[in-house]
């Protein structure tokens, strides 16, 4: 699978890496305004895919066209709800720059407990306090609740959902819809550990 990236990507050389190091990837190059690649990474509202891309791989949630957008770690903690066979119950995430709330929040070690704010019914979002981020996500399935976390580096993080959206796009490159991580959850999970996520069964919290 050929891969360009929009040079104005953030994290552009860490999702670079990620993806040289996969075996499906043959080539990873710069966008140039050709539309003659497989897949490009960029923002959806990034200039630079004008002409737009036959398949996009975004790590926001708009997306122009074809692609799989939500490439974040969002997007990863919704992807294991469906690997699961359950769905989102809540999600706690801590990441650099969040502001503090007055919702405690208790992350894996090293983040620890933390105080954030609600976003939605089903989200909050609390700052972590260094360049490590966390997600916590609880799962409701039919045999009971299941509870997954992950702790990384922010950027490492970042930039491996991102990527993971590119390999997992092989099987649906020819899909006319707009995807998330939801939709390819397996292989998109498999990509993320892959490349070093690892993820942490926990029992859930009372």
């Known amino acids: 699978m050929k891969v360009t990236l929009s040079r104005k990507t953030p994290l552009l050389q860490r999702v670079s890496r990620v993806l040289t190091a996969d075996p499906t990837i043959t080539t990873v190059s710069y966008w140039d305004g050709r539309n003659d690649t497989d897949v490009t990474v960029a923002y959806a509202d990034d200039e630079a895919v004008g002409p737009a891309p036959r398949f996009v791989v ?10 799989i957008a939500d490439c974040n770690p969002l997007g990863l903690a919704k992807a294991l ?4 066979g359950g769905h989102v119950k809540h999600i706690s995430w801590a990441k650099p720059g969040s ?6 929040v208790r992350f894996p070690s090293p983040v620890g407990l933390r105080y954030g704010s609600k976003v939605t019914d089903t989200l909050t979002m609390a700052p972590a306090g260094s360049a490590i981020a966390s997600f916590v996500v ?11 976390a992950v702790v990384d580096d922010s950027e490492f993080l970042a930039a491996v959902c991102w990527a993971a959206g590119v390999i997992a796009s092989g099987p649906v490159l020819e899909s006319p819809r707009q995807l998330t991580p939801i939709d390819v959850a ?4 498999r990509a993320c550990q892959a490349a070093g996520i690892v993820i942490a069964r926990q ?3 009372s």
């Open 138 to 148: 609880e799962i409701e399935t039919e045999g009971g609740p299941i509870q997954y």
């Open 58 to 67: 975004t790590a926001d949630e708009r997306l122009e066209g074809s692609g």
């Open 81 to 84: 709800s469906r690997v699961a």
């Open 99 to 104: 502001s503090r709330g007055a919702e405690p």
């Open 203 to 205: 029992e859930p919290s």
């Open 186 to 189: 397996e292989t998109y999970v």
